[in-house]
DNA sequence: ATAATAAAAGACAATTTTATCTTTTATTAT
DNA sequence: ATAATAAAAGATAAAATTGTCTTTTATTAT
């Protein structure tokens, strides 16, 4: 469905949700072993995480790291996807016409814009900090491999 | 969703499904202008979906070009997926762990459940020839631009 | 047989995605 | 002030995907 670096990102996200807090940051060795990704290249997805959208924050420095406000932690997972710029995956053709839409529907779109309208709203239901708390209640799990 | 690759599997065999016979087969030039796409590397992918999965058949020569059998235009959408080996796309994790289960899900895995099913099933029933009839009587569209 | 046609096959190139490594900057504690 | 820490930034590289171009092979019609 989504790229690595997405999956990477939504990962790391719900990671920090779960343990990140003002006063107790997290550092990216820890995060890219939690959830199974390369350290390097999990830095680079933290840092549009904290540019673009500003839904995780850092500090650099002795006990620096990443944390999440308890505002983002609220947001609809979704919004980790547009600050990833994959947001516009969920709305796409599946026949991969240039776009989705009623005036020049593939034949697919009647029967697959019911399930798309469902993958939207999931994305957009279900927050952060809904999932992270799932995660920790021990009952589903995060890690790659 | 799927890749650049498939998309332009689907979109082909869709296109020969409506156009191809066995007595009139259509040539690649036809075909990826029909649909948008560049026209080597969409004779490429023609070859995997002649080679391995014999989703569609090909003559060399004049008067040659693609086709399909009737058999094989009432297979499944899915199958066209198969042949281009993303099928399994359709049953992945939505957050990007090594594999969606109901043993270690991930905390999308229950809502997303309900979403995939519906996802596999309508690759799993619609057919070829339905959608290419579709297209046919002209309510629904396939060219990418 | 020969020429023409069209896909198959192969070589290669561009682009995008993913990944690694090094240097710099900011912050903290001594 | 200095050393230690950790993210940010930058450079580079590997891998995968997408795309183009040329040559070969198979088939048809003359
Ligand atoms: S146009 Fe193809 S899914 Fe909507
Ligand atoms: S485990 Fe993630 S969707 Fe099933």
Redesign the interface.
Known sequence: ??S?S???A??AT?YIAQKGTEDHKIGIDDISKAIGSPRSFTAKILQLLTKNNKIIHSTTGPHGGFYMTEKAKNLP?RAILQAMGEDG?LD?C?????ECSEK?????????K??KT??IG?FET?TIN???S??QSG???????
């Open positions: 469905m989504f690595k997405t999956g990477y939504l990962r719900l997972v995956l796409r599946i026949l991969g016409l240039a020049r529907p593939c034949p697919m779109h009647s029967k697959y019911i399930i469902q993958l999931l279900e809904q999932l992270a799932d995660i009952k589903v799990f995060m890690k790659l491999k």
